[in-house]
């Protein structure tokens, strides 16, 4: 079975992993397969992996995918609400399920047939990370990072090369934008990110999302507003950002 890192990244020690995706595919079921992971970090960077199959199922896919990401997060530092979104609800099941019961019955399933797959289950058993849990997204919903993991694997799953982007080439502009507002563009992306999952960022982890100097930041006491988010205290020594099209009460950036 093929694998690859689609892009190579370092991993500063301030930087976490704030979500992750994976998918799987496969053309014929049984027939060639591939599969997609995808890490997102707080500094607004990306890391994908994806690999082939030549014979294989779509739910061997998914594990594999899982997996693959699993074993490569227990390397990483992780925010504490980090999550899997995936869009197998086997998986999905069979993780936080099924898995004690086959083991209780010497690997059976409840009509007593033997547990497909199990050499995967087993393996994903051992690299269970205790607070990761999987959540399920709808496939083909718009999830920005179902659908990239999709892309992936299917790219895979036919023999070809990671896609360059989730979109066609075709369909990007002629005269996209510079490169400093691509970086801001991503940067309000991960903002809204945070802001919609309630992730608290560590001050190091602020300065590198709003481009200000540390030094700065740490005068910050309550409350104070960049751009279009309210960002807060927790009491816990990080910050919070919250979507306030008014702006917040006080020192708008």
Same mark, same amino acid.
């Given at each position: 079975m093929g694998n690859n890192q689609a892009s190579a990244v370092q991993d500063p020690l301030y930087r976490t992993v704030v979500a992750a995706a994976c998918d799987g595919a496969c053309k014929g079921n049984p027939g060639p397969g591939g =599969?997609?992971? !995808? !890490?997102?970090?707080? @500094?607004?960077? /990306?890391?994908? !992996?994806?690999g082939f199959d030549p014979q294989t199922t779509n739910n061997r896919m998914e594990l594999t995918a899982c997996l693959a990401l699993l074993k490569r997060l227990k390397e990483l530092p992780l925010d504490p609400k980090l999550a899997i979104r995936t869009d197998s609800k086997y998986l999905i099941d069979g993780f936080s399920r099924w898995l004690p019961g086959w083991k209780r019955k010497g690997w059976r399933t409840a009509s007593g047939g033997a547990v497909l797959n199990?050499? *995967? =289950?087993?393996?994903? @058993?051992?690299? $269970?990370?205790?607070? /990761?849990? *999987? /959540? #399920? /997204? $709808?496939? #083909?919903?718009?999830?920005? @990072?179902?659908d990239r993991c999709d892309a992936i694997a299917v790219a895979y799953s036919r023999g070809e090369k990671t896609p360059a982007a989730a979109v066609p080439v075709d369909a990007v502009p002629v005269d996209a934008a510079p490169a400093p507002l691509q970086r801001l563009l991503s940067r309000l992306e991960l903002a809204d990110r945070f802001a919609e999952a309630g992730y608290g960022l560590s001050l190091v982890e602020l300065a590198q999302l709003v481009e200000q100097p540390l030094s700065r930041l740490e005068e910050r006491e309550g409350p104070w507003s960049w751009r279009q988010w309210l960002v807060e205290p927790d009491g816990e020594g990080r910050w919070r950002l919250r979507r306030t099209p008014q702006g917040g009460p006080q020192g708008a950036e």
């Open positions: =599969w997609g992971s !995808l !890490l997102r970090y707080s @500094d607004g960077t /990306v890391e994908e !992996l994806g199990r050499e *995967l =289950w087993e393996a994903l @058993d051992s690299a $269970r990370l205790p607070g /990761v849990p *999987l /959540v #399920h /997204v $709808r496939g #083909h919903s718009g999830d920005p @990072d179902n």
